[in-house]
């Protein structure tokens, strides 16, 4: 066998391969021992005719495609082997026959490959950086959630509902004067302000009263779920049975301790006040990672194969689809619901799909042009800091590694240097509020 590499449009590359007489011959002779248990012909027991017969029958190339695939399959990987320096594939080749004849036969694949990205600059930029700190009325919404979940509920029976109430409602809702599905309920309970309705649903019943009737008007949404009610102004019947309120705790030393285990409320800011800031600190290097890679973006340009983005999309759909199964639903049940197809689902991630493998390739190209890399002090380093959070030496804490923990730790490293050798060569500012 021989072959040709050439580079092609859109990031491919095109690979020739050239079979002689001898090795098309061998292949089509493996094709038909793999395939002549198929066939049963008159005066042979099945999978016993001679090949010249079988082709007589059938035709000549009755076995080329088999062939064609073998030839194809078992040389194909042996190419990428040898040109692994030169281009790397990223996705399924798109195979042709160029010649085919008794003297031999020519393949062609036109493989994506990653593309290479041309960066203007990476270095000497303006770029802004981002430092989120926590705020006291944040520390408060905390508190006031842990109120929340400790409230006890009671029946209110002297005012009307009010927001954050759980309002037993029966309700009909119609449609120019005619019931639609899923409009009707008795016994329902709304908690008011969760956002659970159509919008303005909640802010009508709030203040109403036990026993109170009332119509309710509201307009669907332009992109509601439901085709036949998209948009369209609807009236609901209402009738308010209960109220249930919310009792709150009061705030001390007592309720802290009860419902967290900590000693006093100051202890528990303190330790709230210091997981939110690793949250503010985890945001901000994010935001600013973000911030320098959309600068060097603007600057940049690649012909990134369809194939590229097909990938990043399975990889977004696939994440969505675990949430969802956090949830108990099933993607296509929730497609379903929706009314699209998967198509169309797909097509919402496609522009995040194209920034995110822009990014790699630009993270991916400096830390080339950079050569940097991590270093095994480095990586023993990280093992050792990682085994010590778990009560571990160093060694046995190896010995319980999957190898591709390695590599990620390896990863990791090389990004944190590049990160930390792009902010140092670009000038880092940030926005003063207003």
Request: glycine share 6%.
């Amino acid at each position: 066998m021989k072959y040709t590499t050439k580079a092609a449009e859109k990031s491919t590359v095109k690979i020739t391969f050239k079979f002689d007489a001898e090795e098309w011959k061998n292949a089509i002779n493996k094709a038909y021992l793999q395939n002549k248990g198929k066939f049963a012909l008159n005066g042979f027991r099945k999978g016993k005719a001679p090949k010249h017969v079988i082709e007589s029958v059938y035709g000549k190339g009755v076995f080329y495609e088999d062939a064609l695939n073998n030839l194809f399959a078992e040389n194909y990987g042996t190419v990428l082997d040898k040109k692994a320096k030169d281009f790397t594939v990223v996705g399924d080749p798109e195979l042709s026959v160029e010649e085919l004849s008794d003297d031999g036969v020519t393949l062609v694949a036109v493989v994506p490959v990653k593309p290479e990205v041309k960066i203007s600059s990476y270095k000497g930029m303006k770029i802004q950086k981002f430092e989120y700190t926590v705020k006291e009325e944040e520390i408060n919404a905390e508190i006031a959630r842990l109120q929340d979940r400790n409230a006890r509920k009671v029946e209110v029976t002297d005012r009307a509902a009010q927001n954050g109430d759980v309002a037993n409602i029966d309700f009909v809702g119609t449609v120019d004067g005619v019931k639609f599905d899923g409009g009707e309920a008795q016994g329902f309970d709304l908690t008011l302000g969760s956002g659970q309705f159509i919008p303005g649903f909640e802010d009508q019943v709030i203040g109403m009263k036990i026993g109170e009737k009332k119509d309710v008007n509201v307009t669907f949404p332009e992109n509601y779920q439901a085709e036949d009610l998209k948009g369209k102004p609807a009236v609901f019947a209402v009738t308010l049975n209960a109220i249930q309120g919310k009792e709150l705790p009061e705030v001390n030393d007592e309720f802290i301790k009860e419902a967290t285990g900590m000693e006093s409320v100051e202890a528990y800011k303190a330790k709230t006040k210091e997981r939110l800031q690793a949250q503010a600190d985890r945001k901000s290097v994010d935001a600013t990672e973000n911030s320098i890679l959309d600068a060097i973006a603007k600057n940049a340009e690649a012909e990134i194969p369809q194939a590229m983005i097909e990938r990043e999309i399975d990889s977004l759909v696939q994440k969505f689809e675990y949430q969802l199964m956090y949830q108990g639903l099933k993607l296509q049940d929730y497609l379903n619901f929706l009314k699209i197809t998967m198509a169309d689902f797909r097509k919402n991630y496609e522009e995040q799909a194209k920034k995110s493998v822009m990014n790699q390739l630009i993270i991916s190209q400096i830390i080339a042009d950079e050569k940097i890399e991590a270093t095994e002090a480095e990586v023993e380093a990280q093992i050792a800091k990682q085994a010590e959070s778990v009560e571990k030496s160093a060694e046995e804490y190896k010995k319980t590694m999957d190898p591709r923990q390695f590599d990620y730790i390896r990863s990791d490293i090389v990004i944190t240097k590049l990160f930390d050798f792009l902010k140092a060569n670009n000038e880092m500012y940030v926005e003063e509020s207003k």
